[in-house]
């Protein structure tokens, strides 16, 4: 049960992209502060500096998801895939490398090596690590923020990523996407979780509502064998993080191609449980190969998507 636990928080990292822009002021004089209605929480100062100093900082670094805190004069802020940190004397604050964070501490993941054909065009080698293609492209434009890679692109529980020292990019869908690595860092090293709730700016807080739906899913098995029982593990949150509770939510088992595979959940319809969760067990399809599992989760008007996989090897 430990380890289903500990992969379940560990696919935190797979979340959705949001979108949107906050609102700006300036309170003291001079300082300016950015208010993020989508998490409820504000940037500012030399914080702000930085942030937006980022390119595509929405993108790159995400919403932040709580106010500045402090531990042992260390001046930490929490966004969804980064932390910046400002130690006593620093003038700005620094990206901290959680992707070799991340990459030394989970060293016990099942990761395959992926061949890199150096010799091919669209690869080269980095700090001794191959890139290719997506990944390339992405580490030219956006290499000062994420810096040098860490490793060779892999797959991790059937996903191709690879390790940079502040990200951990995934391939997908035919993009590479960061991973929500300032979300798990949070969930793993602040002792104050309650950091984590929205601060509305002044006296007021803006409506806020559903305006996305994230989904998180992973199975219990990464390999099985045909006709076998499978445990499918989802969680569902809006754009602060907050559970949705009885969301409803549609699976579909398919194939590396994208046709349906023969199974009772397609069709079904299932729902979140009061925390936001779905455990779902099912029998494995009588089939040999990639499985992919596509969650697609609805609340109101919104809907969100992810997909997870494992492998029917006989």
Known sequence: MENRVRRFALFVLLLGLLAGIGEVWRVRGEEQRRYFPETGHTVGGAFLEVYES?????????????????????????????VLQQRAGDVYPTTLGLGLIFWEAFKDLQRMPVESPLSLTGCERVNDHAMCYEFLAFYRRYGAVIGPPVSDALWEDGVLV??????????????????????WYFQMQEPDKSARQPVPPGNFAPARSVVSVRVLATVEKVTTSRNRPQTLYVLATDQTGTPLPHAAMHITLMNVDGAAIESPVNGEVYYTDDQG??????????????????????????????????????
């Open 277 to 314: 969760v779905a455990v779902i067990g099912f029998d494995t399809p009588n089939v040999v190969g990639r499985v992919v599992v596509q969650v697609v989760v609805t609340a109101g008007s919104h809907s969100g998507m992810t997909q997870t996989s494992f492998r029917v090897w006989y």
């Open 162 to 183: 690879q390790y940079f020292v502040a990200a951990r990019l995934v391939y997908q869908n035919g993009r590479i996407v960061p991973s929500d690595l300032g979300e």
């Open 54 to 82: 980022i390119p595509d900082a929405e993108f790159l670094f995400g919403y932040p998801i709580t106010e500045t805190v402090e531990h042992e004069g260390v001046t930490l802020q929490y966004f969804q895939r980064g």
